[in-house]
């Protein structure tokens, strides 16, 4: 290398190596970005207006991919030109090494990689999240099409129909984004084996629609949520008639509500850097997770319901709870005790134990519509939990099934009748059953917001110190972990992805420069192929790489750098020859 460093020269390769990225990374993100567009043209999620929009929104993420190749090709070019023309030749000659006629490719590459780095881990997640939202379904959109369609509409484990569906637009009064009706409504609820638990039917119903970023459930905000962006979906049914806890009784005040996460809190490839290195710290950012841990959440709390129910039952013989419509039912009995099925214990089931004085009968006393307390008298009865965890409910209900039921009557101005001595005035039932009790205590909602962690250790003390519910709760621990750990494992394959298609681009540089130098007597294309299949390899090494971290873990990680590794060797090993002849 001569004493003095060739800055003009090196300056006169930037330059035209920098006019060729420029003009090829325009054509590619351009040609890449209308071919992204088509499809959801097609589908009529765009219109011509909002095509345009997406096709310059699509413009950046496409430069992941569009601008290692294009560097890789404006390298290729401008050092083939300098070699055909027999610049290099001349420099060589006048003591300017091959080496240092590297360093503007080498500038070049690094300062690319760095830009490429940048927009992966904080530009690109935005502007994919923009491209989602714009061709993403809302809540209106996916009811009135699945409706006009003739199909179901399913949240969660329920299933709702409906004949026929007007959309009525927004409601500044109640905050509702959007509002529907709908008409011949049927309701269904299963179970995790969607096996049909109960059903419902009415003449119609109002839906609102809203955007809230707090979890909901029957009882209000759920403390410690997420906070991720979801619609809430609220169902108002007028004359309902229905079964179990699908639509109870026929009333107008009965409302519905669940939620529908944001298609895009569950796609780590719409976070940036810093958002994913918070998901190890807060894993139920995702919603995958965050249903999982408060599926667990929820098992645990009906656990520790059952404790409370028993202790308050034992210590001072009652147990208050809230029916669905937040009227008191009190229980006087002396306790809860398991129940077993097929010579197994039934952790759904237990038995209402009855007082150990008195006339020795359970009572359970409602509120009437004059606000006085109906008391029921039951021979036998029942505490049962849900069949299903439902995650998105917020609270702990369970159903009351009371057996061999003496019912005090109602006269007709409203008040009990008293009975006689013989017992006229009270009514028998076979068995009841009061569905969906909350109980009053405090202890079990705290649960709902813990973090995924605490969750966790909650459990494992549960399973610990009771181990009779290690059956009823292990298999959810098992899930909360897998789903975190793949959490984790996609969160570590895109953080690597993205550092090795930065390295990527600085080596596809430095390979299209090395290879236009050595193949100086070949066609431009002839060059460029040499250099574009080892870096279409190296990339789908990397993607490869990325899959098989996800799925499997760390042991991904070699593959997905081989590429890298390989590539890098290749331009070595090709800049050896170079010098040697």
Known sequence: MPTRLPFTLWLYVLTDLWKLVGLTTGVLVTVIAFAAAIKPL??????????????????????????????????????????????????????VSHRAMLIPAVLSGLLLAGVLLTLSNSVIPRF?????????????????????????????????????????????LSGAYDRLWLSGL?????????????????????VWLKRTNVMRGPSGPIAGSSGKP???????????????????????????????PNPLSDNVKFLSFSELRALRAHPESIDRVDKSKRTLALMLAERITLDEINDALRRTGEAKFLDPFKQPVLLRASGLRPTRRE???????????????????????TTLPSGKGQPQLAEGGFIRLPTSA?????ATTVTMQLLRVYAEKIGPDGEVDSPDESGAGRGELEQRLLPDLSYTGEEAPKILGKSTADVETLADQRMATKPGDQTVLAAQVA??????????????????????????CLVMVLVGSVMAMRLREALPLTVYLWAFFPALACVLAISGGQQLTHGKGLIGLPVLWAGVGALGAFAIAEFVRLCKH
């Open 230 to 260: 979801m619609t809430e979906v609220i169902i108002k049914p007028s004359n309902s008639v229905g079964l179990g806890s699908a639509m109870r009784g026929a009333s107008s005040d009965m409302v519905m509500s669940f939620l529908v």
């Open 343 to 365: 010579g197994k214990r039934d952790a759904a089931v237990f038995q209402i134990l009855p007082p150990t004085t008195g006339n020795r009968k359970i009572v359970v006393e």
């Open 186 to 206: 049927l309701v269904v609820r299963t179970n995790d084996k969607e096996e049909i638990e109960s059903q419902g039917s009415a003449s119609s119903a109002a």
């Open 42 to 95: 097609a589908d009529g999620k765009l219109g011509p207006e909002d095509t345009l929009q997406f096709m310059f929104m699509a413009m950046v993420p496409m430069l992941q991919y569009a601008l290692p190749f294009a560097a890789c090709f404006g390298a290729t070019l401008a050092y083939h030109r300098l070699a055909t023309d027999n610049e290099l030749t001349a420099v060589h000659a006048g003591g």
């Open 479 to 504: 899930d909360l972990h897998e789903q975190v750990g793949d959490l984790f494992r996609e969160v570590l394959s895109k953080e690597q992805e993205r550092y090795a298609m930065s390295i990527a």
């Open 390 to 394: 439902n995650p998105e409910r917020g």
């Open 128 to 172: 994919l999240k923009g491209m989602a939202t714009l061709v993403a379904e809302d809540a209106a959109k996916i009811i009135v099409n699945h409706v006009q369609r003739g199909e179901s509409i399913k949240m969660g484990n329920t299933y709702i129909f409906a004949d026929r569906v007007e959309r009525l637009g927004p409601d500044e």
